[in-house]
């Protein structure tokens, strides 16, 4: 299983970059970092002293609704350190 963390970009949300060619759906501005164990994410979330907020593999897709699917999991593949984890 992958966990997630995501770190605002800024107030009020920005979106960036382009859109969705199917959905229309831009990505919002932030950081999405993934991690294999819920420890370790936990533990990236208190590092952050609250920056970051731990978020579903949903929210996690829907934050980066500019990319397409392939583009979003070799996303998760590189931010898991170039391993491919479904």
């Known amino acids: 299983m992958t966990y997630f963390a995501w770190a605002n970009g800024r107030e009020p949300t920005t979106f960036i970059g382009p859109t969705h060619p199917r ?8 950081s ?3 991690f294999l164990w819920r420890s370790d994410r936990d533990r990236f979330i ?3 002293k609250g920056a970051a907020v731990a978020v579903t593999a949903k929210e996690a897709r829907e ?5 397409d699917d ?3 999991k070799e996303l998760v593949a590189v931010l898991l ?3 491919r984890h479904e």
């Open 70 to 72: 392939r583009a979003f």
């Open 23 to 30: 959905t229309g759906k831009r990505s919002q501005q932030g």
């Open 32 to 34: 999405l970092s993934a």
């Open 81 to 83: 350190g170039g391993t």
């Open 46 to 48: 208190a590092q952050t």
């Open 63 to 67: 934050l980066k609704a500019g990319l």
